[in-house]
């Protein structure tokens, strides 16, 4: 049937399921945005303060739902602005599908207002970008960018649509096909025929390999990382890794993928890893490492990492294998399906001396001494009060360590972070995505004066959505972990990195309709966190710390990964 161009793209985000939208408006997309008036009742647009604050929650809300997250933005600048959020996704392997416009043809190439080559800019940190030119084209592009968005190793897609393919009075011919349906239209199965779509299919060889080599290991550790958090796959490893009764480290992405409070988990590994992950993975005999890219926050040095193991990777992107670290063997396939065409095959193992080795050494550091609030202190109590299941989305940066060191999460979307980017002002839009995406669960935003800094603005969109999300400041006065390489490589030369600077994030709270709390003490925080999970509106707790706490364990960047610069 014939139906308007802007009607097929609304209509083709009700195929694939999509309810909820991020984005802000301007000229190019306007057309859309007039077009998506008339499905308010069936997509729900959440206005953010800044586009980049859209793109992070587009991703948020991916990460935390397992869906293909959506966001909107115009054309030039509005674009541009995206580009951190796709950046982020990229490097996380987060599904999102963004959706910008550009100018009219005519004009295209000419250096219009607001004109920009945002697929040629996008081009290498999606999986795909489409410029749109063809009307006609539309249900075949939207398609197939959710199929590549979601399909093999996750990642973020880019469509771009001409102004004047968005035009009211242009019409195609439209057939509405449900998604899960979909995959069998002409499009979608072009793609699959050319293996873009066909996850790897796990080669049995290669399974039986792994059961041969588990069999003669005495000291087998696992790594768990993104890909059983995106794969879901996280009953299948913790069944393998109970079957193996080995020692479970944990990447910051691979955070959910195996309960943090689990008998085997060791806790992170590599930079900021525990002594136990570190010095498991320096003396095992076998090391699998199940959707981890062995990147050099993990494998500080490759040449030594895991010198005395054989190392085996398991991942879906082939380009992975051997791009870090060299392994002796690899399994290319999905998390899960490898997981459950292995498991069957293995017997109950039992490796008691070397857990015994192993696990008494998972005892966090001893934080310093000190009279002021501890972020240890201020971690423990939201971990106390808050129910087990909630949603924690952090910044970057040493409140990020802490944080990750001192949660437990257990389950795929409970800790959204970004580990390969390092976006400082992610969290806050991370927050508002995971929240729209999942109502009923407290979501917790854990940042630094600094990253707060960067994302503060969305407190608008809190406000303005009733969403009940906590901030909570790690407020040093300083950008912390820049600080504490300064103070430990640099000699203590503490270039621009004190923030002796406003706002006060309370009256800032205040100032946007929130509730802000100053918190100094134990006593402060308790009270602070109780009144936040009651208050049924969002609110920022500025938790002032000493400017010199650091992140303990710390192995410096280049260095085998048991030298240990701080304990």
Request: hydrophobic letters at 40%.
């Amino acid at each position: 049937m014939k139906v308007r161009a802007t009607q097929a793209i609304m209509e083709c985000l009700l195929e694939q399921g999509v309810d909820t939208v991020f984005g802000y408006p301007g000229g190019t997309i306007l057309n859309v945005y007039d077009e998506l008036y008339n499905y308010k009742d069936k997509i729900h647009h959440v206005l953010t303060a800044h586009e980049q604050g859209a793109s992070h929650a587009a991703d948020g809300y991916a990460r935390s739902t397992g869906k293909v997250g959506v966001c909107f933005a115009t054309s030039g600048p509005g674009a541009t602005n995206l580009t951190t959020g796709i950046a982020t996704a990229y490097m996380d392997s987060s599904p999102v599908v963004f959706i910008t416009c550009n100018v009219t043809e005519d004009v295209l190439g000419k250096d219009a207002f607001q004109e920009v080559d945002i697929t040629g800019i996008a081009m290498p940190i999606t999986k795909a970008t489409y410029l749109v030119r063809d009307p006609q084209s539309i249900p075949d592009v939207m398609r197939q960018a959710f199929a590549v968005a979601a399909t093999g190793r996750p990642g973020p897609v880019l469509i771009d649509f001409l102004k004047n393919v968005t035009a009211p009075s242009v019409e195609i011919e439209y057939e509405f096909i449900p998604w899960t349906e979909n995959r069998s239209c002409s499009s979608i199965q072009a793609l699959a025929d050319s293996h873009q779509l066909k996850n790897p299919e796990p080669n049995g060889e290669d399974i039986d390999i792994l059961v041969d080599m588990i069999a003669q290991s005495e000291r087998p550790l696992l790594i768990c990382g993104g890909g059983v958090v995106r794969g879901r796959a996280h009953k299948q490893f913790r069944e393998f890794a109970e079957k193996l009764d080995a020692p479970v480290a944990i990447t910051v992405m691979g955070g959910g993928g195996f309960p943090g409070g689990h008998p085997l988990t060791t806790g992170m590994i590599g930079m900021h890893g525990s002594r136990a992950s570190n010095l498991a993975c320096s003396e095992c005999d076998l090391l699998i490492a199940v959707g981890c890219r062995f990147s050099d926050r993990v494998a500080l040095n490759p040449g030594s990492f895991a010198s005395q193991a054989k190392i085996v990777h398991i991942d879906i992107d082939r380009s992975e294998i051997d791009k870090n670290v060299l392994t002796d063997h690899h399994i290319i396939g999905d998390a899960k399906a490898v997981l459950d065409l292995l498991n069957p095959k293995l017997p109950q193992y039992s490796h008691p001396e070397w857990k015994e080795h192993i696990l008494p050494l998972r005892e966090p550091s001893i934080p310093r001494q000190s009279e002021s609030l501890t972020p240890k202190q201020v971690l423990e109590t939201i971990h106390r009060l808050a129910p087990e299941d909630s949603i924690v989305a952090t910044d970057v940066g040493q409140h990020q360590m802490w944080s990750i060191q001192h949660f437990h999460f257990d389950y795929p979307g409970q800790l959204l972070t970004s580990g390969g980017f390092g976006t400082m002002g992610f969290g806050l839009g991370a927050a508002i995505g995971a929240k729209m995406g999942n109502p009923d669960k407290v979501v917790i935003h854990t940042t630094g004066d600094g990253c707060f800094r960067m994302n503060c603005h969305e407190l608008a969109t809190v406000e303005h959505y009733h969403l009940p999300i906590i901030t909570v400041i790690f407020n040093n006065g300083t950008l912390g972990m820049v600080r504490q390489w300064q103070n430990l490589i640099y000699h203590q030369r503490y270039s621009e990195t004190t923030l002796d600077r406003g706002p006060d994030f309370v009256k800032l709270a205040e100032a946007y309709g929130l509730k802000g709390f100053r918190v100094t003490n134990m006593a402060e925080m308790e009270e602070a966190m109780k009144a936040a999970l009651e208050a049924g509106c969002g609110c920022v707790l500025d938790c002032r710390l000493d400017m010199d706490e650091m992140v303990r364990p710390m192995v410096p960047g280049g260095a085998h990964i048991t030298n240990f610069l701080l304990k």
